[in-house]
């Protein structure tokens, strides 16, 4: 077991400032209890994707033409764009990366194709409330960038990207 410092001990999943000794975070009520703090990276992603301030994201109705995504993409400067139906949940996402595959050869017909004929259907989604490391797990093993994140009802409520964990890491989050 680790002594909190002097000045407080920040909440690895939530990043609320506790006070010295506390067993468990006053915000969040998760363990502040760390056996060992040498690898502040393995406990850094097990921090809720909150503390990566996700973007919120950019979408589209499901009826929405290739030529309006790829503006958004554009206009929005994003990786990627969320589809969405009828009741706002979210269906589909299409990424800078569906441009390079999947519309060579379409663009000049780009105002009349709808996203739902080259968008990827029911995309792999994470809570805001999962830890880094499931993200990165996902992107891990599906080669994914973007991972969208949704609501209880499934509607998209953010963005996390390979970019923002990179970042997160790269500050030497201090967990303890």
Do not use: W
Not at 13 to 27: F, L
Not at 59 to 82: E, F, H, W, Y
């Amino acid at each position: 077991m680790t002594e909190a410092p002097m000045d407080g001990i920040e909440c690895p999943a939530c990043g609320h400032e506790n006070i010295s000794g506390a067993d468990t975070c006053e915000e969040c009520v998760a363990t502040l209890v760390v056996d060992q703090i040498e690898d502040r990276e393995t406990a850094a992603l097990q921090s809720s994707l909150l503390r990566l301030g996700p973007r919120h994201p950019e979408s589209v109705d499901l009826t929405a033409t290739l030529a309006d995504v790829i503006g958004k993409l554009q206009k929005r400067n994003v990786g990627c764009v969320l589809v969405t139906g009828h009741g706002e949940e979210l269906v589909g996402i299409f990424t800078e990366r569906d441009v390079l595959y999947r519309v060579a050869g379409l663009i000049d017909r780009a105002a009349s194709i709808p996203v739902e004929s080259l968008m990827t259907p029911k995309p792999s989604t994470l809570r805001p409330s999962d830890p880094i490391s499931h993200a990165l797990h996902l992107m891990a093993v599906h080669g994914f960038r973007h991972i969208p994140l949704i609501d209880d009802d499934g509607r998209p409520v953010g963005v996390v990207s390979l970019r923002d964990i990179i970042r997160f890491m790269s500050q030497g989050v201090a967990v303890a």
